[in-house]
């Protein structure tokens, strides 16, 4: 195989992420599933594979560095010239290039010995069958494509009502996601298979949630705030009044008496939480209209001998 470097047509300086997008750019090109009908650049898709997976492999990025293995990951000759040429001698001993090397042994040393002198252990490497082991291991699984990250702005009434929504990757697809309980913003979800190709397999899409604010509800922890505005009559006499819900409006009762600040609770409309779903709580805040003759006139005649102020000391 040819020099890493030079098939993805990086310096040897190169930093991983250098590497990363060279190994990225070339893989759009030259993946099999765009070119169907030209086996040369299925081919040499593999070939940058191959050239990719050494020099991210930091071990066998080094050893090709100082020369100890090929563009394939296979062991240079431990002679410098290979082993052509070589030749036994007249007592059994070896001889590459005419120089005879006597590893003792009465002449009857042989491969197997050499191979144990060269590399510390047994030819076979102490693996079953007596396969040659050279020690430097077997490719790394092929790296996964990279991860794409999304950003998805969702509706304030849909996150609490876990409403299904609907996101358009950058390949031109769309996928529904269902949302999970106890969402708020910073969720992530993950979607598999759906980030960059890659020779093991593509990456996978992550899906952070953005929850968009309200212009009238708030959320606290899984519960949502309301403040209700209802006339003097509605809280002095008592109501049902209609109130706003994260999936539509309701009915509420307002008891007589009620003063502005009364806050009441209106059952699992809130958020859907991890464990159980929250509340609406709705704060009542009495409005009184301006310049009304029949109130100043009533007011004038009216003497409330209570102190709203007495509980703050004044």
Not at 29 to 40: A, G, I, M, T, V
Not at 297 to 307: L, S
């Amino acid at each position: 195989m040819a020099d890493p470097y030079a098939t993805l047509g990086v310096s040897r300086g190169a930093s991983e992420d250098e590497v990363k997008k060279a190994y990225r750019k070339l893989a759009k090109e030259l993946h099999p599933d765009r070119n169907r009908d030209n086996p040369k650049a299925a081919e040499k898709f593999g070939t940058v594979t191959q050239a990719y997976d050494l020099l991210m492999d930091k071990d066998k990025r080094a050893r090709f560095d100082r020369g100890e293995i090929d563009g394939d990951g296979n062991p240079t000759s431990p002679f410098g010239a290979g082993f052509g040429g070589a030749r036994s001698g007249p007592q059994g001993g070896f001889r590459p290039g005419g120089a005879q090397f006597d590893f003792g042994g009465g002449g009857d040393a042989g491969f197997e010995d050499i191979l144990e002198g060269l590399f510390g252990g047994r030819a076979g490497g102490g693996q079953p069958g007596g396969g040659f082991s050279s020690g430097f291991g077997r490719r790394p699984p092929p790296a996964k494509g990279a991860n794409v990250a999304y950003r998805l702005r969702v509706p304030f009434e849909d996150a609490a009502a876990l409403k299904q929504q609907r996101i358009q990757l950058r390949d031109g697809s769309t996928i529904d996601l269902k949302l999970p309980k106890g969402v708020e913003t910073g969720t992530q979800m993950r979607l598999a298979g759906k980030g960059d190709v890659g020779p093991g397999g593509n990456g996978d899409a992550i899906v952070t949630i953005e929850v968009e604010p309200h212009r009238f509800f708030t959320r606290d922890g899984d519960h949502i705030r309301l403040d209700l505005p209802v006339t003097l009559k509605e809280a002095v006499a008592g109501a049902v009044v209609r109130v706003p819900t994260p999936e539509g409006a309701v009915n509420l009762k307002v008891p007589a008496g009620s003063s502005s600040g009364k806050t009441l609770r209106l059952k699992d409309r809130g958020f859907h939480g991890k464990a159980a779903r929250g509340d609406l709580l709705v704060t009542l805040m009495i409005e009184i209209p301006g310049a009304d003759p029949k109130l100043a006139e009533f007011v004038a005649d009216w003497t409330d001998q209570g102190n709203p102020r007495a509980r703050l000391g004044v």
